[in-house]
């Protein structure tokens, strides 16, 4: 299980003190809070950082940053995810889930099979849809909803679903 859990990437730089774009990537982009502590995940590290003030321009919040005060001192990491740790996340609600959680788990059909495991999950908008590398190795996409999906336990990184006729055709 992963200690901390991605909230948003660096996209760009907003203005000359400091201030960075980021394309939130949480189901709550109003979770950026002043004080709230994150982590910029570079590679070999991940250097910690303060939110000093917060301000939103359309799907995208700006950020500065405790002791971040010009454009030099943070340009150089755009492009790399910003985490929070664990006991700063939002609390789930029941039946909800940490999607980094759910990745690598054994997807099984409600018989018992092993289908294969679960590589990704897409975000469409209308439901996620699991990304699952069949035991054969193909991959196929399947919906999470719940006439497909009957249990995620994630504790236990097992799927059961119910393959409906047509798809894994």
Known sequence: MDDKLRVGVYTNTHGVHGEIKVYPTTDDP????????????????????????????????ILKFEGIDSISDIEKYKGHDLLVSREHAIPLEEDEYFICDAIGSDVVTEEGEKLG?????????????FVITLTGGREVLFPVIPDCVKDIDTDGKKITVHVMKGLLD
């Open 30 to 61: 109003a979770r950026f809070k002043k004080g709230l502590p994150l982590f910029l995940d570079v590679p070999g590290k991940q250097i910690p950082l303060v939110v000093e003030h917060v301000k939103t321009f359309k799907n995208m919040v």
């Open 117 to 129: 495991v679960l590589k990704d999950v897409l975000q469409t908008g209308a439901n996620d849809v």
